[in-house]
């Protein structure tokens, strides 16, 4: 590759992080003032500012790369959903709590994962970032660890939901192991990761975690994927109307 | 979920190295592990601490306002238990 491609590569690279972060950043702040108790309300938030911290960082490296004047912003709140390239499991509505710690736990240790690869990474904005992300992560990891123990071994309808929510996510967690040919480049450049080598530490941690929360890892029956070509659940259009409404009917407001 | 079915702890933090821990409010949590993330949470977002420490509010035996009479009354007239009520002979005039 030409050292122009690598610097568009990794421009859509850093966008697509930042659009996973935010994603999923958003959903995380759905929680806030609807939470189970305010202790976890500002701990979910907490995690919540976290993400959306991580994808103004990508995104602000990726509007550097681009150099055509947009900011940060303008990659969150005035692209369309086809634009959006977040991995489909970020998008999924927050369901209960259970859902959404199901969801934290399997994001969370691939994160475990991810990030000190991208932490190597020749780019050393992307390996700066990834570095700060890494004790976010191990933080929220504890967390989730501790609430799938908690509600899988806790009463019976909170190991129902936790099964149930473990159930309509696992087909989604397939998409953050794959790399279409940009990925797999920009590993190979010794940008990005080579994600499909993670899955094998990723499941052995996921079931371990699973079991000992007397849950049970599922098959590998189902997959859903299409979020890296922009294909989206039909969640994330009404969460873009949420989470952009404001920057479009006032541009540029600041507080 | 409401928090009737959580403890409530009381929270200690450490500003710096060097200082005491200070209370600095209660949370609910299920178990200590638990409340040691919330008061992380809750109290430490601003970086306000290097240190946490939570106790479970029922173990925290406290003084009752009907025992102050009993308790601190007897030492309002006892000034020879202040350093200030002794005269500094010469020799040590310095200290």
Not at chain 1, 141 to 150: G, Y
Not at chain 1, 166 to 176: A, D, F, V
Request: aromatic share 10%; with cysteine; hydrophobic share 35%.
């Amino acid at each position: 590759m030409s050292d122009f491609d690598l610097k568009t590569a990794t421009q859509e690279y850093a966008t697509r992080l930042g659009d996973d972060s935010v994603v999923l950043g958003h959903r995380l702040s759905e929680w806030t003032s609807n939470a189970p108790f305010l202790e976890e309300d500002i701990a979910l938030s907490n995690v919540a500012l976290d993400y959306i911290g991580r994808a103004r960082m990508y995104y602000s490296y990726a509007a550097e790369l681009a150099g055509n004047g947009k900011t940060e912003d303008d990659l969150a709140y005035t692209r369309d959903m086809r634009e959006f390239r977040n991995l489909l499991i970020h998008e999924l509505p927050r369901g209960d709590f259970a859902y959404t710690m199901v969801r934290q736990l399997f994001v969370d240790v691939f994160n475990t994962y991810y990030l000190p690869e991208l932490a190597k990474s020749s780019d050393s904005t992307l390996a700066g970032i990834a570095q700060k992300g890494i004790k976010e992560t191990r933080y929220h990891l504890r967390r989730s660890h501790e609430w799938a123990l908690r509600l899988g071994d806790g009463t019976e309808e909170s190991h129902k939901r936790m099964q149930r929510a473990i159930e309509s996510l696992w087909g989604y967690t397939h998409e953050l192991f794959d790399a279409d040919p940009l990925e797999v480049q920009l590993a190979d450049a010794g940008v990005g990761v080579h994600n499909a080598a993670l899955r094998p530490a990723w499941l052995e941690q996921v079931s371990e975690i699973l079991t000992e929360a007397s849950l049970t890892v599922p098959k590998d029956d189902w997959a859903v994927r299409g979020g890296r070509i922009g294909y989206h659940t039909e969640n994330l259009g009404h969460m873009l109307n949420d989470m952009q409404f404001l920057h479009r009917a006032y541009p540029g407001c600041q507080w | 979920m409401a928090t009737d079915n959580l403890e409530l702890y009381e929270v200690f933090v450490r500003a710096r190295r060097g200082l005491d821990h200070k209370h600095v409010g209660s949370l609910h949590a299920q178990d200590a592990e638990q409340a040691l993330e919330y008061a992380r949470d809750v109290y430490t977002r601003r970086s306000e601490g290097v240190s946490i420490w939570v106790v479970r509010s029922r173990d925290i035996c406290a003084s009752q306002e009907d025992d102050s009479e009993s308790f601190y009354d007897p030492s309002d007239d006892k000034p020879y238990r202040h350093a200030t009520y002794y005269q500094l002979p010469e020799a040590v005039n310095n200290m």
